[in-house]
């Protein structure tokens, strides 16, 4: 809050608590607020956003035609090429009277993407954020420790964060430096910890290698990628706490957050998430491309934005009563699901689990070149054994069918994604 300094501060805040009250409305009345929001900003896109007056005026779509959910449908899904290719007609025409943010995604894995938010957008963020999080024993104000790797704050970052308790310490840090964060943990009085589920990970493995066993924090936030049971199951032995994990995305942010009872709830009030199967059909209960339609970002309006992730929206009722819909599974981007010549498709998922106690391999990376080549890129350490590569290709094969050939690759680093990911699948088949 205090980022954006009293005037910002205030209107996240003011959401927050708005969103406190909204959480707890029926199914029928969040359908309700999302379509009083839906006609708002296209009334806004049909009169202010030259891309997208051109497709309603080709289908002759009227604003006044947007009565339900459903008639998101008149418009197409929106891809990153569509947004480089069109950067200028999707601003709106009133951009430069708008207080916006300028961002950029993208770089390692797929296409970059630069794009603006308006503050609006960024005060729902905000206070979806701070509902999602105090949806724990989080409250305002406790120490929040980062483990972060390039988003490290400037020292002016770094200056206003303190001012909200969180302090930032470097996700690769080497082991002597873990140790004196360590040290110098214990003197804080932490409260919450948060980063990549990869890099907690890593760092609850260092304590255990060290016999650290007096950092204790309540709760772990995790973002950004995938978080594997054992990954979750290891942060809470080591930190003695509960992990809540949380999803978002750079372009839209705070898009669903998890309650005590592990599920995520889609903060349905900002956005409208929907998943679409290989008909272009939206789909409940099955794995589809996940679209988002950000309800709040009037400077750039994204409206059916693919942002790359395969996930599963379920209708089935959470025992917090929160009737928010319900992000049963994210299972990786689309680009990082392999594929078999019968038409399935494995998550990358899949791996994490089978592969983690292979002592010998440091990092792996399963490229899949075609539907019938498969490269398997490995770190090995020091205590690599030909055995355990065996073991790795049968469970590779297991699941691709026998007839694919595995070709194995040394290398001595496998490089991490712009934002700090390991990407364990990359399929080059569309
Ligand atoms: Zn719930």
Redesign the pocket.
Known sequence: MLKYGRKFGNRSITTFKHLGQTQWLSRDEINSYQIMKLKKLVNHIYYNVPFYRDIMQSTGIKPEDIRSLEDLNYFPVLTKKDINDNFDNILSKDFKSRMVIKASTGGTTGDPLIFYRDFNTRFWTEAALLRGWS?TKYRIGDTVIKFSNNDFPSLLGKMRTKLINMYYFPAFAEKDQLVDYFTRLNSHNQFCLTGLSSNLYRIAVECARLNIDYIRFPVIFTTAEMLYDYRRDLLEKTFQGKVYDYYGCNEIGSLAYE???D?K?ITDEHVIIETINSNGKSVIDSPGEITITDLDNYAMPFIRYRNGDVGTITDKS?????E?R?LKSVDGRSQELLKTSKGEHIPSGYFPSKFKDLAGIKRYQVIQHDIHRIELKIVKSNSFSQQELSQMIDIIRDKVGITVNIEVNTCDHIPLTAVGKMRLVVTHIP
């Open positions: 949806w309650c005590d009872h599920n709830h959470c025992p917090c009563k929160r928010l319900v």
